[in-house]
């Protein structure tokens, strides 16, 4: 499985973007897909997750303005972030993760927040 994240960019603070992940197959079969990030300097960090059965969590940093989202038909998983801060810098990447455990991982998408 191969996932290709897109949809960073830069953004002021207090403005939205949404990124994507895109599968190319077996989406569905995927029990557990999130969004990560990595700041310069820092260790990569989980954002947000959802599981197969639609529950989702979110780190407490991004609480109430990140939400996730999947579309099994499309293959595609979604963040879409507002309120953007700039302690929001990072390098986001998307994860997926089969029943069997086996993890897959996107190329990262870098999204700054400045002004």
């Known amino acids: 499985v191969q996932l290709q994240a897109s949809g960073g960019g830069l953004v002021q603070p207090g403005g939205s973007l949404r990124l994507s992940c895109a599968a190319s197959?077996?989406?569905?079969?995927?029990?557990?897909m999130g969004w990560y990030r990595q700041a310069p300097g820092k260790q990569r960090e989980l954002v947000a997750q959802i599981i197969s059965g639609g529950s989702t969590h979110y780190a407490d940093s991004v609480k109430g303005r990140f939400t996730i989202s999947r579309d099994n038909a499309k293959n595609t998983m979604y963040l879409q972030m507002n309120s953007l801060k700039p302690e929001d810098t990072a390098v986001y990447y998307c994860?997926?993760?089969?029943?069997?455990?086996?993890?897959?991982w996107g190329q990262g998408t870098l999204v700054t927040v400045s002004s």
């Open positions: 994860k997926s993760s089969t029943y069997g455990g086996r993890d897959y």
């Open positions: 197959r077996g989406f569905s079969s995927m029990y557990r």
